[in-house]
């Protein structure tokens, strides 16, 4: 199993453009999710998903849009890139069961510069 | 919604000694208490977690406790080594809503 995969590995953007980080997962898990991590903040929740064609915000959804058409894929869209948008994004997955979610697997993360 | 505030920020110790961070959660509805370790350049890994309805969980070297009535959750780690040098974080989970504690930077000294 590759387990949870994220591409591009790396990106420079300039301020307005637009992208889609990729995420995919191959272990059949309902619960995906998507994390921005910047110095001395933590990780905080971007968007997630409990299942295909269910999404939901998390605490710093605004400048981004999620979709879940299957259950393997989870892409994350930036509309207009902003440099406030530059962090390391971090795509998880993991069981989902009556609402209650298990270990989260990440992804090797996507750094992301705006300029 | 929830708030996870984590501590200390950062934490030195000598190898073979213990470390302990703690962690304070604001919803009580919370139900699910990951701990992650994460090592530069690298996507946070799961060391341990625990439910609402556990008070205690071991593996090795490594254990968390769980206190409801105070909401809050701490990591021990007992015979600290080089490797465990990293950053930690805790989280809190309800109804698929994970959200993380600030971080902990532990540095074991040799």
């Known amino acids: 199993n590759a387990g949870v995969t994220q591409t591009p590995k790396f990106q420079v953007l300039k301020t307005g453009q637009s992208m889609t980080l990729q995420c995919a997962q191959d272990?059949?898990?309902?619960?995906m999710s998507w994390y921005r991590q910047d110095p001395g903040m933590g990780l905080r929740l971007i968007h997630y998903s409990v299942g295909a064609g269910i999404t939901d915000q998390g605490e710093v959804p605004n400048g981004y849009n999620v979709s879940r058409s299957t259950t393997e894929d989870f892409p994350l869209r930036l509309l207009s890139a902003a440099p406030s948008q530059t962090s390391v994004y971090f795509c998880a997955s993991s069981y989902a069961t009556s609402g209650d979610i298990g270990p989260q697997y990440f992804g090797p993360g996507t750094r992301l510069l705006v300029l | 919604g929830e708030n996870v505030e984590q501590h200390p920020s950062t934490l030195s110790v000598q190898e073979g000694d213990s470390a302990v961070i703690k962690c304070t959660y604001s919803d009580s509805a919370s139900n699910y208490f990951p701990w992650y370790k994460q090592e530069l350049g690298k996507g946070p890994q799961l060391i341990i977690d625990i439910r609402s309805n556990v008070g205690e969980k071991k593996d090795q070297r490594i254990a968390v406790t769980l206190n409801k009535t105070a909401k809050h959750f701490s990591l021990h780690i007992t015979e600290t080594q080089p490797e465990d040098s990293a950053v930690y974080f805790c989280?809190?989970?309800?109804?698929?809503?994970?959200?993380f504690g600030q971080g902990t930077e532990l540095s074991v000294k040799p």
């Open positions: 989280a809190a989970s309800k109804t698929g809503k994970l959200i």
């Open positions: 272990m059949n898990h309902e619960y």
